[in-house]
T-cell receptor, first 114, second 115 residues
Framework: DAKTTQPTSMDCAEGRAANLPCNHSTISGNEYVYWYRQIHSQGPQYIIHGLKNNETNEMASLIITEDRKSSTLILPHATLRDTAVYYCIVSSTAGGTSYGKLTFGQGTILTVHP | KAGVTQTPRYLIKTRGQQVTLSCSPISGHRSVSWYQQTPGQGLQFLFEYFSETQRNKGNFPGRFSGRQFSNSRSEMNVSTLELGDSALYLC??????????????FGPGTRLTVT
């Protein structure tokens, strides 16, 4: 699986958009970009994923650059409950050594301030 | 739908003992993955089961094992516990969603403390 690079920490004011960047310059053609978050002492929570098109769901938007070497997770109106560690993961669905395996890095600690 | 459930939520064991953790996936999900989370190593993949077969395994010693039952419920076992096995053990389930997925849904974890 491709390696990802994320900032260690970020701050955001409540009500503002939180934009979390991720670099994945070695991503290959069959690898998706996934975002998960983990609120303290809970299991990780799936947020969104995409291959090359931008994606949006009720939680967030995912913007993937045209060359697919980086992406940005956008939380449009951050709340205090969005304070968590956010993980950007690149993973193949091609089976084999990818079956069921997500490779988590250190993630970005997002702190939302009142 | 009910989420992924894990039992027990907390467990204290002593060195040398063995432990069995249980995971019930979301109804209809047939793939179950297990992860270990420690402050030093972060989240690490242990293994994945699908239709009672282990399809993938992480880089953990043979003391860590698992199995999956016909109803997709899964257990993991750690034998001869060491202090370093103290961790949060997370289970995640997913459906087989073809080329678009699958995303994983995690349970709350089992906090294991080895003394």
């Amino acid at each position: 699986d491709a390696k990802t690079t994320q900032p260690t920490s970020m701050d955001c004011a409540e009500g503002r958009a939180a934009n979390l960047p991720c670099n994945h310059s070695t991503i290959s053609g069959n690898e998706y970009v996934y975002w998960y978050r983990q609120i303290h002492s809970q299991g990780p929570q799936y947020i969104i994923h995409g291959l090359k098109n931008n994606e949006t769901n009720e939680m967030a938007s995912l913007i993937i650059t045209e060359d697919r070497k980086s992406s940005t997770l956008i939380l449009p109106h951050a709340t205090l409950r969005d304070t968590a560690v956010y993980y950007c993961i690149v993973s193949s669905t091609a089976g084999g050594t990818s079956y069921g395996k997500l490779t988590f890095g250190q993630g970005t600690i997002l702190t939302v301030h009142p | 739908k009910a989420g992924v459930t894990q039992t027990p939520r907390y467990l204290i064991k002593t060195r040398g003992q063995q432990v069995t953790l249980s995971c019930s996936p979301i109804s209809g999900h047939r793939s179950v993955s297990w992860y270990q989370q420690t402050p030093g190593q972060g989240l690490q993949f242990l293994f994945e089961y699908f239709s009672e077969t282990q399809r993938n395994k992480g880089n953990f010693p043979g003391r860590f094992s698992g199995r999956q039952f016909s109803n997709s419920r899964s257990e993991m076992n750690v034998s001869t516990l060491e202090l370093g096995d103290s961790a949060l053990y997370l289970c995640a389930s997913s459906s087989l969603a073809g080329e678009t997925g699958p995303e994983q849904y995690f349970g709350p974890g089992t906090r294991l403390t080895v003394t």
